[in-house]
């Protein structure tokens, strides 16, 4: 790891650890060899599934270094079965989550002198590619798949730490198709980044585009939404048209633990007005665990939430979350899966 750069001087991912795990499938299930490989560049065909009819698929997980100083991956067997369910929406070979499970374990054992201390911790990604070389593949599934998984240090996911977001409310142009919203694949950001590009040159004030297609306020290009007071947190309910978040869940339970009314249901922007005059507003994902929403934009007004500033039960749930993936806070929801440190 010397002559790596500090996680949190350089943009979140950027820092690739030295090893990682990879597993093919050809016509068959996985092959893990079962142990851990250099990090470095890998072979597939010209003419491989991925490359032309786009079948990629990803995850993003953490392991945070603990109080004693071991390491603790964050709601493994949530992601795992999230990946499987990807997998078989975009008709991938079918993922054993035992394998999974076991790349992830290995790939960040290998790596765990890169794990900075908290607040910084090591992302995880597991990625599948389809591998058939057959350009004639259009409408047939691939059958030979690439597994891999890569890990990153990293520091905050937001220039500048936790502070109040800017969102841009789009309501027209969606981020993906509807029946693409819960999985969790590479095409889908392709299709939403000309509109995060286009609103981000437009006021270079947004930080992200919160997409509301048809007044149906559902997540941002890579988090998903909550409205928050003292008594309630609000989210959307979950249907095939958004990404179901491990963070959003984890919120929840999280949050009907702490005494709050969780309510699921469809949000209308007309709502946030009535909102922003008492209420919080924030963002959950992994990447961003929980990150507070100052200010939205919606056809060209400016609406401030609270204060503008982080709100109260913003921050106390969001105090929560960390403290058990860090293992500052008891374990009861058995969230954390301890790996060698
Ligand atoms: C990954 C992702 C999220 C957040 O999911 P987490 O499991 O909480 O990290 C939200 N929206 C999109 C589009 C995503 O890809």
Same mark, same amino acid.
């Given at each position: 790891m010397t002559g790596k750069p500090d996680p949190f001087s350089?943009?979140? %991912?950027?820092i690739l650890c030295d090893w990682m795990t990879t597993a093919r499938a050809n016509d068959g299930p996985y092959v893990y060899r079962g142990s851990p490989e250099p990090y470095g560049d890998l072979t597939i065909s010209p003419a491989a599934h991925v490359l032309h009819y786009g079948s990629a698929i990803f995850e993003g997980l953490k392991a945070h270094r603990q109080a004693d100083g071991s390491l603790a991956v964050f709601r493994l067997d949530s992601h795992v079965e999230r990946m499987a369910t990807s997998a078989a929406l975009l008709r991938l070979p079918r993922i054993d989550p035992d394998t999974l499970r076991r790349m992830v374990i290995d790939a960040v054992e290998a790596n765990s002198e890169e794990v900075p201390d908290p607040p910084g911790s090591l992302y995880i990604r597991p990625t599948l590619v389809g591998t058939d070389?057959?350009?004639?593949?259009?409408a047939r599934p691939t059958r030979s798949a690439l597994l891999y998984v890569v890990n990153s240090p990293v520091?905050?996911?937001?220039?500048? %730490?936790?502070r109040p977001l800017t969102l841009l409310l789009e309501?027209?142009?969606?981020?993906?198709?509807p029946q693409f919203g819960m999985v969790k694949c590479g095409a889908n950001y392709a299709m939403a980044l000309g509109v995060t590009l286009d609103s981000m040159a437009a006021?270079?004030?947004?930080?992200q585009v919160l997409f509301a297609t048809g007044d149906d306020i559902t997540e941002t290009g890579a988090a998903n939404f909550f409205l928050a007071d003292d008594e309630r947190v609000i989210t959307r309910r979950l249907d095939e048209s958004f990404l179901h978040g491990v963070t959003r869940a984890s919120v929840i339970e999280l949050a009907q633990h702490l005494g709050y009314e969780v309510e699921e249901r469809t949000i209308d922007p007309d709502e946030l007005i009535d909102w922003a005059e008492r209420g919080e507003a924030f963002l959950s994902g992994t990447a961003a665990v929980l990150a507070p929403v100052g200010t939205i934009i919606r056809d060209g007004m400016t609406l401030t939430v609270g204060d503008g500033q982080p709100g109260p039960n913003t921050m106390r749930l969001r105090q929560a979350l960390v403290d058990i993936q860090v293992g500052a806070a008891p374990d009861p929801f058995n969230w954390r899966t301890p790996v060698r440190g």
């Amino acid at each position: 790891m010397t002559g790596k750069p500090d996680p949190f001087s350089v943009p979140f %991912g950027t820092i690739l650890c030295d090893w990682m795990t990879t597993a093919r499938a050809n016509d068959g299930p996985y092959v893990y060899r079962g142990s851990p490989e250099p990090y470095g560049d890998l072979t597939i065909s010209p003419a491989a599934h991925v490359l032309h009819y786009g079948s990629a698929i990803f995850e993003g997980l953490k392991a945070h270094r603990q109080a004693d100083g071991s390491l603790a991956v964050f709601r493994l067997d949530s992601h795992v079965e999230r990946m499987a369910t990807s997998a078989a929406l975009l008709r991938l070979p079918r993922i054993d989550p035992d394998t999974l499970r076991r790349m992830v374990i290995d790939a960040v054992e290998a790596n765990s002198e890169e794990v900075p201390d908290p607040p910084g911790s090591l992302y995880i990604r597991p990625t599948l590619v389809g591998t058939d070389p057959d350009i004639g593949a259009a409408a047939r599934p691939t059958r030979s798949a690439l597994l891999y998984v890569v890990n990153s240090p990293v520091g905050d996911y937001f220039k500048g %730490g936790v502070r109040p977001l800017t969102l841009l409310l789009e309501t027209s142009i969606p981020r993906t198709v509807p029946q693409f919203g819960m999985v969790k694949c590479g095409a889908n950001y392709a299709m939403a980044l000309g509109v995060t590009l286009d609103s981000m040159a437009a006021n270079e004030a947004i930080d992200q585009v919160l997409f509301a297609t048809g007044d149906d306020i559902t997540e941002t290009g890579a988090a998903n939404f909550f409205l928050a007071d003292d008594e309630r947190v609000i989210t959307r309910r979950l249907d095939e048209s958004f990404l179901h978040g491990v963070t959003r869940a984890s919120v929840i339970e999280l949050a009907q633990h702490l005494g709050y009314e969780v309510e699921e249901r469809t949000i209308d922007p007309d709502e946030l007005i009535d909102w922003a005059e008492r209420g919080e507003a924030f963002l959950s994902g992994t990447a961003a665990v929980l990150a507070p929403v100052g200010t939205i934009i919606r056809d060209g007004m400016t609406l401030t939430v609270g204060d503008g500033q982080p709100g109260p039960n913003t921050m106390r749930l969001r105090q929560a979350l960390v403290d058990i993936q860090v293992g500052a806070a008891p374990d009861p929801f058995n969230w954390r899966t301890p790996v060698r440190g």
